[in-house]
């Protein structure tokens, strides 16, 4: 059976669903959480993982079931493993930072490729006690990369499905200058996704382009490789 007809066709119930989700999102959302220059991302983010827990749809498309979710992050992590493994990365014996954990997906993911040095810096410790639990040796930070100066020096940097939930520029920038200083010289910084048009989409969504990107880290790092990732492409950045 195919991703699209595991979506299906919408039921009254789906169609209800859908709807009380654009309210949220575009009324009740930006009521809660909006802010002069954003939203409160610590909060919000603290909320939708104590409603979701560990399903993908935490971190995933909402409107989607946990199993398109599923096949969504597999095939990202396929992606993922190519592009890496054409810049030379080398996870098992690299000191690693992850940035925006969500559910745990892709730090299982390095725990699988053999990581064992490894730092988790999220906005919000919601989930903190169950990563412990499952990563013993792993050390979990709760900062927002946007805000607080990271002290750490390591050989990767891992940044997915984050870009898109910074939606005021000034702290993009503040957060991709922190998190790519973090880096040993030589080290990478693999982000994404970065799209072809920016825009700002919803409180809590704004799509940058690999320009915006580029220009950000142009002083700190040269950019390796490109592949297409989801909706957009996953980048790989060199220290300088």
């Known amino acids: 059976m195919t991703r699209s007809s595991r979506i299906g066709r919408p039921s009254v119930a789906n169609a209800l669903a859908t709807t009380r989700r ?3 999102k575009t009324v009740l959302g930006p ?8 939203y409160d991302i610590e909060r919000y983010w603290r909320d939708r993982l104590h409603r979701y827990g560990r399903s993908l749809v935490a971190s995933g498309h909402e409107g989607r079931s946990e199993e398109v979710n599923q096949d969504e992050y597999a095939e990202a992590s396929a992606t993922l493993t190519d592009i890496c493994r054409s810049a030379d990365i080398n996870f098992s014996s690299a000191r690693v930072l992850e940035v925006g954990l969500g559910v745990g997906f892709y730090t299982r993911y390095l725990a699988d490729l053999g990581v064992s040095d490894y730092i988790g810096v999220d906005v919000t410790d919601a989930l903190f006690p169950e990563f412990e639990a499952e990563w013993p040796n792993f050390r979990f930070v709760k900062a927002d990369i946007t805000a607080d100066a990271l002290d750490e020096q390591c050989d990767v940097a ?7 939930h910074i939606v005021n520029r000034d702290r993009l920038t503040f957060g991709l ?4 200083k973090s880096l040993r010289q030589g080290g990478r910084f693999v982000v994404g996704p970065v799209h072809s048009v920016t825009r700002r989409q919803l409180f809590y969504v704004h799509f940058w382009t690999r320009e915006e990107i580029i220009i ?7 950019l390796l490789a490109a592949a297409p990732f989801r909706t957009g492409e996953v980048l790989v950045f060199e220290r300088s």
């Open 22 to 24: 654009l309210l949220s």
């Open 31 to 38: 009521l809660r959480y909006g802010q002069r220059d954003g």
């Open 158 to 164: 891992l940044m997915i499905d984050v870009l898109q």
């Open 177 to 180: 200058h922190n998190v790519v």
């Open 216 to 222: 950000r880290l142009r002083d700190y790092a040269v």
